[in-house]
C-alpha cells in the first residue's frame, strides 16, 4: 500500500470534528490544530533532530504547502513555541486513539495481545527543571508510559511528576484507564506488583501476565498437575499454583491468582509469573509473556528513528503533544512497513518518506499545469 493511499483512511472530517470536539482553535487565527498536526507529523518524518526552528523553516517551505494544500502559511519560532505549550493536548490525543482504531483494524489486529511498560528521556537539572529524579546524576527526566496492542501503540502517557517513579503507579493508572483491555490480554514486567492493582484489573475483567519475584508470598489453594512441555519450548514449568497472594499488611487478595514456577533452558535462570487467567496451558501463558520483548523494540525504535530521546518542547503540555504526535507517527510508519511487507523499521521510515515527497512533486506540476502522469516511471516505486 503506497503512503498517499494509508493516509486516506483517515477521513478527512476526523480533524474538524475533532477540533470542534476540544475547542483546539478556539480564538486561534492561524495556527490551527489541523495546521500544527500537519507541521508537527511532517517535521518529524523529514528531521532526524526536530527543533522549533526546523519547524518554522518547515512550515515555509514550498514542500509543505503542497504536502497542506495552503497556498500561504505564516508562523514564527516564538508563536510555534507558544502554540505548543499551550494547545490542547486533548486534540492529539483523540488523534492518536482515533488513528490507533483505524490501522488496528487494518491490519487485523484487534484480538492481539498488548504489552506495556516504561521509558525514560533525560535531560541536565539547569535545561529542565520540571522533570522526575531516577537514580543519581544531575539529570531530571520524563517517563513515557505506553501500551502495545499488536504492533501499534494505543495508549501513551508522559509523566513528570516525582510519583511516578513508580510502575506500581504508571502502569497500573494506563492499565486502569484504558478500557479497551477488558477481555483482553496484558503482560508486563515485574515493576507492577500491586495486589490492590490485581484484584482491580480481575474486577474489571482485564486478565493479565505479570513477572513476579520468585519468593512471592501465596496461600496455596491448590497444586496443579504439570503439563507436557511442547518440543519448541525454551523454558520447563516446575511448579503451577494457584492460590490468594499475600500484601506487606498480611492480608490476602480477594481474588484468586496462579503462580507459574520454571527455569530458562539455555541460562538455567529462574523465573516466576503471576496471572489471573486461571484455565490456560501453563506454556500458553509463558509463551505470552515472551511476547513482551515486542515494546522493548518499539522503544528502540522510536528512539533510534523517531527521535524520541529528544524532547522539542521542555513544556508538560508539550511533552504531551510531542508524544501523542510520536506515536502518531510511529502507527503510520508501522502499519507502512508491515502492509508492505518490509523488514527494517529504518528503510521503511526513508520510503515512507520518499513517497509522501513523490507526491509533493506530483502535487508541485500540477499547480504548474503539468501532466505527472507523464512521468509515471519516475514515481514508481521499486
Known sequence: MRVNDLLKLIPEETFRDLAVETKVDVQVKKLSGELMFKLILFSMLHSNKLSLRVMETYLQSAKFRSFTHYDILDGKYNSLRDRICTINAEYFEKMFETIFGIYNKVLKEE??????????????????????KNGTGDKRHVKYSIILKGSL??????????????EHLALGDLIASDNGLK???VVFDRGLQTRNRFDQFSVDKKFFIGRANKNI???IIEDRVLPSKPQKSTLRITSDKTGYLINQDEKKTKNQYRILKGVIDA?????????????????QIAAWYKERWEIEVFFKFIKQHLNAKHLVSRNTNG????LYMTMILAILIIAYKKLNKIASYKIAKLKF??????EAIK????????????????????
Not at 353 to 358: S, V
Not at 363 to 378: E, F, M, N, S
Open 111 to 132: 484480538k492481539s495481545l498488548s504489552k506495556v511498560d516504561s521509558t525514560y528521556v533525560a535531560l541536565a537539572t539547569k535545561l529542565f527543571s520540571i522533570g522526575m
Open 153 to 166: 501503540p494505543s495508549k501513551a502517557k508522559a509523566h513528570t511528576e516525582q510519583s511516578y517513579v513508580s
Open 183 to 185: 477481555n483482553n490480554i
Open 217 to 219: 508470598r501465596c496461600k
Open 267 to 283: 541460562t538455567g535462570e529462574a523465573f516466576c509469573f503471576v496471572t489471573n487467567i486461571i484455565d490456560e496451558d501453563a506454556y
Open 319 to 322: 511533552i504531551k503533544v510531542m
Open 353 to 358: 518518506e520518499l513517497e509522501l515527497e513523490q
Open 363 to 382: 502535487t508541485i506540476v500540477l499547480y504548474c499545469g503539468g501532466d505527472p502522469q507523464k512521468a509515471k516511471h519516475l514515481f514508481d516505486s521499486g
